[in-house]
């Protein structure tokens, strides 16, 4: 009955995690030449049928222990349906107006947001325009592009800080006292062990090696579980011409809205922004493309609006002319026409 005993509250304490008889004769200081030394594998048999451990099917001595969960009820006195979360979306500020597309999607306490962007098309305008909008939240931001660690300290990245003064002149960053009404952590891995529960979570950009790409998917499951009340944007790396984000499928696993950001056209500020994904929404706006200019070094959006597949050339941004392609005029290359 001790050995019982003791094993069941060590297995308490090992949950998740893989052990062996080995492990456990060692941890729990066994004598080799005791009864309980045959008795240990007996118990371990019977915490299998118990579904307390789960044996690796090697026949080795190795089980997983498995973590022990309780059913959650779900309909009890006082629970309350939990609002929708309020987030302000960026906006064109050349006309004053939120994005088109923003006033359908539906937010819920725990979603993820995930922009899938190419190299220098937009990602971060996105996420400090949202941290703008929503400052008086105390959104906290992260990630690879907002903070430099220079002389055994970390500080702003010096673009980062140049954009939000320039936008200093719009938004108030700092409370009567002189303090952030933000909050800006020096993180750029393990992202899911510093969110902060119930506030907005701005991650800009995660990084990984390219080999590792279905990693993300870990990442992000990690994130969203962090969440709590609050809500997570996660900025992530696209390669220029791919459907899709680093990671592909793996990011759509977590992500609860997923938006596309790439160039469109020549001039190198003009964005093409296209809604791949959104759990809930109040319109049809899944698959819908929009385009807009950055302007003011990298801190507003102006004429934002929605374009469609240009029909002379098929999206293509080239028409055949004999047996020679051509730039297609009606949409200047860009395979889109504004609808």
């Known amino acids: 009955m001790e050995l019982t005993y003791r094993l069941k509250e060590f297995l308490k304490q090992a949950q998740g995690r893989d052990v062996s008889l080995a492990y456990l004769r060692s941890e729990l200081k066994i004598d080799p030449t005791s009864p309980s030394w045959d008795t240990l594998k007996v118990l371990m048999h019977n915490f299998v049928k118990e579904k307390i451990v789960r044996p690796s099917g090697r026949n080795d001595g190795n089980y997983k222990v498995i973590t022990q969960v309780k059913p959650v009820r779900v309909f009890i006195p006082g629970r309350e349906r939990r609002p929708i979360f309020e987030m302000r979306w960026p906006q064109d500020r050349e006309r004053g107006m939120p994005l088109d597309f923003s006033e359908h999607i539906v937010l819920r306490e ?109 990442v992000l499951e990690g994130i969203k579980s962090a969440l709590g009340r609050g809500i997570g944007i996660v900025a992530l790396q696209k390669g220029e011409g791919s459907v899709n984000p680093r990671g592909g499928q793996y990011v759509r696993d977590f992500s609860d809205v ?82």
């Not at 990630?143 to 800080?161: K, M, Q, S």
């Not at 952030?180 to 969110?195: G, N, S």
């Not at 922004?273 to 950055?294: F, H, M, N, Q, W």
Request: aromatic share 10%; glycine share 10%; hydrophobic share 30%.
């Open 110 to 218: 725990g979603d993820l947001v995930t922009f899938g962007g190419v190299k220098s098309k937009g990602k971060t305008t996105l996420c400090i325009n949202i941290a703008a909008e929503n400052v008086d939240k105390n959104p906290v931001l992260m990630g690879n592009e907002y903070t430099v660690f220079t002389d055994g300290l970390y500080e702003p990245a010096p673009r980062f800080f140049n954009r939000i003064s320039l936008m200093s002149e719009w938004v108030e960053w700092t409370d009567g006292d002189g303090n952030d009404k933000f909050t800006l952590l020096p993180v750029k891995e393990d992202y899911a062990e510093h969110i902060v529960e119930g506030k907005i979570n701005i991650i800009d950009w995660i990084n990984l090696d390219g080999d590792r790409s279905y990693d993300i998917s870990k």
């Open 258 to 339: 997923e938006i596309l950001l790439d160039g469109f056209g020549e001039d190198t500020d003009d964005i093409l922004l296209t809604v791949k994904g959104c759990k809930e929404k109040t319109a049809p706006i899944v698959g819908k493309t929009y385009a807009y200019t950055i302007v003011n070094e990298g801190t507003e959006i102006w004429n934002f609006r929605e374009v469609v597949q240009c029909r002379a050339c098929y999206g293509k941004g080239w028409k055949k002319s004999g047996n020679t392609s051509i730039p297609c005029s009606d949409c200047n290359k860009t395979g889109y026409v504004d609808k």
